[in-house]
Nanobody
Framework: VQLQASGGGLVQAGGSLRLSCAAS????????MGWFRQAPGKEREFVAA????????VHADSVRGRFTISKDNAEKTVYLSMNSLKPEDTAVYYC??????????????????WGQGTLVTVSS
């Protein structure tokens, strides 16, 4: 599976962006797709994830209520809609995918495939 992320850019605080992650290859129904982010000098952190078949989602506490992960089955694309953006949301955002497994969605090491990252910059 290959992942191609896009949609980053510069936005003012309070604004919105939508990131896209297009997948090629086979996605199993109980595979997971997620978004992580990494700010300068910080570790990569979990943002959101979903199970491909059921569409069940989970979001990090820091973004819950502002960000929403979703998918388009036909396009094999995962989205991250980001609203009410804050300067602390500034980071490189990575989409990730993994084969079916029981490990926590929150663990970056549990993901098998990674996109190239897209930069989101939120100005104050």
């Amino acid at each position: 599976v290959q992942l191609q992320a896009s949609g980053g850019g510069l936005v003012q605080a309070g604004g919105s962006l939508r990131l896209s992650c297009a997948a090629s290859g086979r996605i199993f129904s109980n595979s997971a797709m997620g978004w992580f982010r990494q700010a300068p000098g910080k570790e990569r952190e979990f943002v959101a994830a979903l199970t491909w078949g059921t569409g069940n989602t989970v979001h990090a506490d820091s973004v819950r209520g502002r960000f929403t992960i979703s998918k388009d089955n036909a396009e094999k694309t995962v989205y991250l809609s980001m609203n009410s953006l804050k300067p602390e949301d500034t980071a490189v955002y990575y989409c990730a995918g993994r084969r079916p497994k029981t490990l926590s969605y929150y663990r970056a090491f549990s993901y098998d495939y990674w996109g190239q990252g897209t930069l989101v910059t939120v100005s104050s």
